[in-house]
């Protein structure tokens, strides 16, 4: 990756403590981990990824959305994905992901991405051991919700599997407001029905006995979760009370 | 592009029934659930049936022919991605415009897309790949435009990606065969609340949707060719619908709205 500019270290610092695996460290402890990570602040159109480079770099991105995209021999690109802030690419056989195979990305729009090299994360969680603890959560919430997923396909009613899903939109890119957990759908409402393995009618009669519950709102392009404790007993495999 | 029909018997519309989208969705969800038949086995005989609708329109010779796949990226996108396979076997050259990048499709479609990579094929994503002049010319230079963006369970205006599509491919004014329906129309009422193709022909698949022969559906579908997708008449009896056997003369029927 090549860096254009570097924020201020102060800025460094403060958008470091955003990310979940530096959870729990002080303010101390954030700066000196500031000095051993790069924060590379990027423009539209320039490359973070190629499957060039060394393959043990990860890198978080901070601010910016940022598209990953495969090249055919001749040179032409297929995007596969556009990734904003939060997600975690490069080698990511250290947090138990796959690198995605012959796979680019480059920022779509100015943005901030953390980088860290397997030596810096050794040396990070040796003296901050919390840094390898919260890799294991991450690890952990991954294999169980892989495992669920596949409980839920084989084994769930449709209402579990919705509420399940419902509960990690939520979690993954909800928003809280007065009302509830809001969750923007980029969804139709058909990929939502393919994700939990059923057809829209369903989901749509579903989605329908959670509104007359009171468990959520919904709209065409959003849902508001206003009882997830409910709904967190739906998916656990209470029958919803009619 | 000149049509060449001969080929195929036609069928009075008539005497062929038609099955709403929400009667539709009832038939795709009996045939995997009830008779075993898999989404991928009934995408495949829709995309090489489309493969079949586009070379006879196309004159009857791929070769030499450059036809532009839109897909969006549902399961009637996916059909359309095999038929992208079909058209490249026959000799066309092929290029894929998707309308969301690959890893945002369904899992059947991706499943089709992954195939064409590994063959090879020339595919990329409408907003992300192209720019809107390169997007402007792969249309306008195509001979035929398959439209494979949107299928029957969509009704209202196309939104997003989609909508951007649709409109290159409207603006580019080329010879398109639709997918199951012109994408845009309504398939119960045949109207367009948005933006929406106006095809040369139509390859719509299992039964005829109502909305292929009312409001702006005549208009906008051109020629409405009927594909089997190889559902028995147990699975319409079971739903009440009544199918009778409009593949007698073929698996490609013409539905002849004059008669």
New interface residues.
Partial sequence: MTSSQTRSFTEKVGLLSEVALFAGLSEADMQAIGHATTMTHCVRGQRILSPDDPPDRIHIIKKGRI?V??M??DG???????YEKGTILGDMSVLGQDRLPEAYAEAIDEGVICTISPDELNRLIERYPVVGVNIIRHLSRRLQAAERELEAMAYQRVDQRLARKLLDLGQRFGVKTERGTLIEARLTQ??LA?MIGT???TLAHTLGDFRRLGLLESSKHSVVIRDAEHLAEIADGDEASR | MPAMQMAVPALRAADVSTVTAAQMADVDRSAVEDFGITLLQMMEQAGSHLADVVRMEAGGDLREQRVVVAVGPGNNGGGGLVAARHLVNRGASVRVVLARPALRMSEAARHQLATLIAMGAHCCVATYDLTDEELEHVLVNADVVVDAVLGYRIHGAPRDEAERLIGFIVRAGRPVVSLDLPSGVDPDTGEAAGIAITATATLTLALPKPGLFRGEGPDRAGRVYLGDIGLPEALYAGLGISAGQPFSAGRIVLVDRTA
């Fill in positions: 598209r995209y495969r055919s021999p032409k690109q297929l995007t596969l994905d556009i058909q990929e393919e057809t829209r009618e």
